[in-house]
């Protein structure tokens, strides 16, 4: 981990992440056309298994709503089952998220989501195994209030699939946020922001990283009137994941 945090200091780490954009082209079993980039994504992220759970919804939801609550109560003592469960979860993001089956482009897989959200999984994992972060939200400050809300607005993503707003807090169980990169990204950096400066800094910062990526990109949502609301509900990615990538940065020279 000393290796990656040093590495992700230097300019030619940003500048592999950013090459990776344009270099790592979509994979598709048919009709790949290297001028259309843009659709074959579309065609798989809207397809991918993540859109298509169904009733399992209920059960993942559950599953992570019950993870923050162990969390909250039992703090450190559930550290490792914590871990366990974002390094699991970046991981099956990866495949559900980005690989679908579709009539035009037959398997196709979005690869360079595929490989940034399998690093996130990477750096979890490590910390999973060595593990430095310290959940006794010993950080909690009134000026991270805004990570909060920001945070459970992702988590919780109170509209329905057509961009109408839904408060319903019983439809949270119907939803898919928890089998979602961007809208777990948000809470998992704040829950470790409550917790600077002890906490595992590779991980906060490449999952920050990552998710400033993730974020600009579905930027692009402001631009179509129909996913305007799409790119509401990824605005917390965005500036959640930009503040911590800066604090990752600034704590680490901090304790130099």
């Not at 559950?62 to 450190?76: A, E, Q, T, Y």
């Not at 579709?102 to 897989?109: I, R």
């Not at 939200?137 to 607005?153: D, E």
């Not at 990169?181 to 590779?202: H, K």
Request: proline share 3%; net charge positive; glycine share 2%.
């Amino acid at each position: 981990m000393e290796k990656l945090e040093k590495a992700s200091r230097k300019w030619w780490f940003f500048v592999i992440l950013l090459a990776a954009q344009s270099v790592l082209l979509p994979i598709v079993s048919r009709n790949f056309d290297p001028q259309n980039v843009s659709n074959m994504v579309s065609v798989t992220l809207g397809n991918a298994v993540q859109n298509n759970l169904g009733n399992l919804n209920i059960l993942f939801q559950s599953l992570s709503l019950l993870m923050l609550v162990l969390l909250i109560v039992f703090k450190n003592k559930v550290r490792t089952l914590f871990n366990a469960y974002v390094a699991l979860s970046y991981t099956a993001f990866a495949f559900i998220q980005n690989i679908a089956v579709t009539e035009l482009y037959g398997f196709s897989v979005v690869t360079v989501n595929f490989a940034m959200f399998l690093f996130v999984a990477y750096v979890w994992i490590r910390e999973l195994f060595n593990p430095k972060n310290n959940y006794d939200f010993s950080n909690f400050h009134w000026k991270y209030i805004w990570m909060i809300i920001f945070a459970l607005f992702a988590y919780l993503c109170p509209f329905t699939s057509h961009g109408e707003m839904d408060w319903n807090l019983a439809h949270f169980f119907t939803r898919n946020t928890a089998t979602a990169f961007c809208l777990t990204t948000p809470l998992f950096l704040t829950i470790l922001t409550l917790n600077l400066p002890r906490v595992n800094i590779v991980t906060y910062r490449v999952t920050a990283i990552i998710g400033v990526i993730i974020g600009l990109y579905n930027m692009m949502n402001f631009f179509n009137p129909h996913t305007v609301f799409l790119g509401v509900v990824h605005v917390p990615l965005l500036t959640i994941s930009l503040y911590s990538a800066i604090l990752s940065y600034k704590v680490a020279i901090k304790h130099e």
